[in-house]
């Protein structure tokens, strides 16, 4: 988990708020990535980027907005579309995109509806 | 469009008998295939990879993996299992090209008894 912190580790959203998970990252990556984990169904893909200043939707990007204005930072947004958004979130940084390197992963941040 | 799959969502073993963990995979061209543990509320770690060369790849804690290309395996292996195994592991795969994303299963539990 070094290298990437995410914060908080617990966090509980209220009926039509929306919240923001915080994804910090000191390994000077150009990539970084947010997936979601439910039980059973591994990873999936919410959003990533390559670089700063611009980002991609992945396989389940309805309900989640991020931003990417710094090299280091990619927060992710669950706004009050999500209406399932009990889940672990993670965030991954990669060096280069165009090499094999490995994919590093944060310690997660869990998500919990009240 | 790449998949993968791990057929067993439980794996249980004794402590120092061999273990495998089955993966296969879909991807267009070759591959880079990856393996990675998760311990209870925690990120992801990578155990190892393969990229070319050597059908057997080595990686941390003593595993190891074969990638069969005829098969699209990648199986994961050990030849005497800890108590300390025990943990959901995940295979992923990804295209070789510069911006591809991986694609992860959805785990196996492996469970070894003492």
């Known amino acids: 988990d070094g290298g990437i912190t995410q914060s908080p580790k617990y966090l509980f959203r209220k009926e039509g708020q929306n919240v923001t998970l915080s994804c910090e990252q000191n390994l000077n990556h150009d990539a970084m990535y947010w997936y979601r984990q439910d039980p059973g169904q591994g990873l999936r893909l919410i959003y990533y980027s390559q670089i700063v200043n611009d980002f991609q939707k992945g396989d389940i990007a309805e309900g989640y907005s991020v931003s990417r204005e710094k090299k280091e930072s990619f927060p992710l947004t669950v706004t009050s579309a999500q209406k399932n958004p009990t889940a672990f979130y993670l965030c991954a940084s990669r060096d280069d995109p165009g090499t094999e390197n490995i994919q590093y992963f944060g310690a997660g941040t869990r998500l919990s509806v009240l | 469009a790449q998949s993968v799959a791990q057929p067993e969502d439980q794996v249980k073993v004794a402590e120092g008998n061999p273990l495998t963990v089955k993966c296969t995979y879909s991807?267009?061209?070759?591959?880079?295939l990856f393996w990675y543990v998760q311990y209870p509320n925690r990120g992801l770690q990578f155990l190892l990879k393969?990229?070319?060369?050597?059908?057997l790849v080595k990686g941390s804690y003593g595993f190891e993996a074969e990638f069969n290309k005829s098969q699209t395996s990648f199986h994961l292996k050990k030849p005497s299992a800890l108590v300390s195994d025990s943990a959901l592991y995940f295979c992923?795969?990804?295209?070789?090209?510069?911006?591809?994303?991986?694609?992860f299963g959805k785990g196996t539990m492996l469970l070894v008894s003492p």
């Open positions: 991807v267009s061209g070759n591959p880079y």
């Open positions: 393969y990229i070319t060369g050597d059908n």
């Open positions: 992923a795969v990804r295209e070789r090209h510069r911006y591809s994303t991986l694609t």
